[in-house]
């Protein structure tokens, strides 16, 4: 059964697995896109039925999407004063679609070939579906991950609309699709020049930027001292920006040397950027929660308390990206998405049905009981209790997890690895000393 096309939109044939808007524009990629149920609560929508608007503000328009299980439905508004060609301008939104989701590369053979190669992968391959990579615009990708240092994706959507509002003019405003509440103004992300004055690191520290507002006014003032403030009257964008585009040209190397140069922006965020904006698609951003899944299930060997040392940084990433090949960087945003407590229930047919867990034990849920087990090559101990005068643990609270729940996905484990005998902590001394000697 085909779709029916929302009012005044247009439709790009698109099935779920290649894009799921539900996933990609929640997962910590972009932090600018409003989000809109259609549906009343407690309502269920057909596969057919979009349930939810997506609305985003370029510099000239604003591009509402919608999605149903086999299309994407979009249009653009523009204010009053544009008087382009209705159909130059349908046709002009719809190259932004392709680009900006990358809809030229295929996912689904992205999925196969790294479901073939990872076990871990293959687990979650069915219900983590369409999550692909933004081609976004580099500086706002640049700005947007400055403000995530130390930070959570509630809160970097809250600075990102407080940077658009204070230091962007409306560009327009419209009702939410409901049409039951009053007009919202929609804003475009600012130039750097907006944000490139010495008042602006006092004015965003006001806002709750904290440390973040010097390094934000820096690396714009940066750019803009460099490259000036022109700007293209067509694509609406400064000399500088521009600029930041010419780093797609660059390998990977010479671009990140680029990046790190910038106030606040350090290796994660440098990768972070090379990913989401600039096509370096091998790159993996590597931060706690990718270490801890490198330790658990790709056999890394360490804890996952160590401080990221750059040697660090670079094993978890060689690592992996041995793993996932030339598209690494995108099998990573999946497993990272998958991993997030927000989709804790993300694919799931009813919320009743029990999850498949996560990555790390501290943000999953217990496994399905009917779910198949995948039996790992490690031993899984339960920490016993602590006896009196011993020291507390320090281990972090993911180090609980049943063994059940390790049993959930696979781990692949580096055989070349010497195995060290294992021993319940809370043995003495001296029971230590008599297992060696019988040889346990």
């Known amino acids: 059964m085909s779709s029916v096309i929302p009012a005044g939109f247009r439709t790009l044939p698109l099935p779920l697995a290649q894009l799921s808007l539900a996933a990609v524009l929640k997962c910590g990629q972009s932090f600018r896109w409003n989000i809109f149920p259609l549906l009343p609560p407690g309502h269920t929508a057909s596969p057919t039925s979009p349930t939810h608007e997506y609305r985003l503000c370029l510099r000239d328009r604003v591009v509402c999407l919608r999605q149903s299980s086999d299309a994407l439905f979009y249009r653009s508004v523009f204010p009053p004063s544009v008087s382009d060609d209705p159909e130059t301008r349908d046709a002009e939104t719809l190259a932004w679609i392709r680009d900006y989701f990358q809809l030229d590369i295929d996912l689904v053979d992205l999925y196969r070939q790294w479901s073939a190669a990872d076990p871990v992968f293959h687990k979650l391959r069915d219900r983590f579906v369409g999550i692909r990579m933004l081609r976004q615009d580099p500086f706002e990708n640049l700005i947007s991950f400055i403000c995530s240092s130390n930070n959570n994706i509630s809160r970097i959507t809250k600075m990102v609309k407080s940077l658009c509002v204070t230091y962007s ?163 990573h945003s999946v497993l990272f998405t998958a991993d997030l407590k927000s989709f804790a229930s993300y694919g799931l047919h009813s919320p009743s049905t029990p999850s498949t867990s996560g990555l790390t034990p501290d943000r999953h849920l217990a496994a399905s009981e009917n779910s198949p087990r995948v039996t790992t090559p490690t031993a899984n101990l339960t920490p016993g209790k602590r006896r009196r005068g011993q020291p507390k643990r320090v281990g972090p609270k993911y180090a609980m997890a049943s063994s059940e729940e390790d049993q959930t996905l696979p781990r692949i484990v580096d055989t070349t690895a010497p195995t060290l005998p294992l021993y319940d902590e809370d043995s003495s001394l001296a029971e230590r000393v008599k297992r060696r000697r019988r040889g346990a």
């Open 169 to 331: 003019p409306p560009l327009i405003s419209l009702p939410p699709p409901t049409g039951d509440m009053v007009e919202e103004a929609y804003h475009p992300f600012p130039l750097p020049s907006a944000l490139a004055t010495p008042q602006v690191s006092a004015r965003l520290r006001a806002l709750g930027f904290g440390y973040r507002a010097d390094f934000i006014q820096k690396t714009a003032a940066m750019l803009v001292d460099v490259h000036g403030t022109a700007q293209d009257p067509r694509s609406k964008m400064e000399i500088s920006e521009e600029w930041l585009h010419t780093l797609r040209e660059m390998n990977t190397a010479d671009a990140r040397v680029e990046l790190l140069k910038f106030i606040g922006v350090g290796r994660k965020v440098a990768d972070c950027i090379l990913l989401m904006s600039l096509d370096k698609r091998e790159v993996i951003p590597v931060d706690t929660h990718v270490h801890q899944i490198a330790i658990k299930h790709y056999g890394l060997r360490g804890v996952s308390k160590t401080a990221m040392s750059p040697k660090l940084y670079e094993e978890v990433s060689t690592k992996l990206a041995a793993v996932w090949g030339d598209y690494a960087g995108w099998a």
